[in-house]
């Protein structure tokens, strides 16, 4: 199993940016996939990024150019560099893991809210 803890979220003006953390614990030497997920009020949750064990990246259309995804192995932690943030950023982020096993393991989000 795998626990995620996200944090860095907040209130930002657009054009500004923020960093967001996810503390991974537990089996991480399963983990094959990690990624970052947001939910905007009244959509479904869509992919933002993912990184993989071997560290290839993709990043969703819309925050191409501007969102960068990174993990540093030994602090156990996933990144989500966010800059020229746009109100339509605005949502709940959710950190993802996919274990080897196939197991999927979410975060119980962290708050981004960019004002115009």
């Known amino acids: 199993q795998v626990q995620l803890v996200e944090s860095g979220g907040g209130l930002v003006q657009a054009g500004g940016s923020l960093r967001l953390s996810c503390a991974v614990s537990?089996?991480?030497?399963?983990?094959?996939?990690m990624g970052w997920y947001r939910q905007a009020p009244g959509k479904q949750r869509e992919l933002v990024a993912r990184?993989?064990?071997?560290?290839?990246?993709n990043y969703a259309d819309s925050v191409k150019g501007r969102f960068t995804i990174s993990g540093d192995n030994a602090k156990k932690t996933l990144y989500l560099q966010m800059n020229s943030l746009k109100p339509v950023d605005t949502a709940v982020y959710y950190c993802?893991?996919?274990?080897?096993?196939?197991?999927?393991?979410w975060g119980k989000g962290t708050l981004v809210t960019v004002s115009s």
């Open positions: 990184i993989t064990a071997g560290g290839s990246t």
């Open positions: 537990g089996s991480t030497f399963s983990i094959n996939v």
């Open positions: 993802n893991v996919v274990q080897l096993s196939g197991i999927n393991s």
